[in-house]
């Protein structure tokens, strides 16, 4: 269930509807799959609209696993997620906003 009040997003893949959260730990596994060296890079490669679809991939499975869900890459490659690539994007959007709002800014 997506709670905007604790950073939860949900995400429909392959038709079930799965939670993800950016834990610490799933923010450090994505700086080192990304390749950037601080938060504060990984937010502006975001901001800037300089990312690909395998940083969005990337961002989706670390919010997975931060939701709970211990899947890998490869686990993703052939799965249709809800809305196909844009829909993808929006939700890995949503996800890292959310990991960064102070509480009393979260709205749902």
């Not at 601080?38 to 989706?60: K, M, N, P, Q, W």
Request: aromatic fraction near 4%; charged fraction near 25%; charge should be negative.
């Amino acid at each position: 269930m997506e709670n905007p009040w604790s950073g939860v997003v949900q995400i429909e893949i392959d038709g079930v509807k799965r939670p993800m959260s950016l834990t610490l730990g799933a923010l450090a596994e994505l700086e080192v799959d990304l390749g950037e060296d601080t938060l504060v890079a990984l937010v502006e490669r975001f901001e800037s609209g300089g990312f690909s679809s395998s940083d969005v991939l990337g961002l989706i499975v670390a919010g997975l696993r931060g939701g709970g869900w211990e899947v890998e890459r490869a686990d993703l490659l052939a799965a249709e997620v809800s809305g196909g690539p844009m829909g993808a994007a929006k939700v890995a959007a949503r996800l890292l906003a959310r990991a960064f709002l102070l509480p009393e800014e979260r709205r749902a």
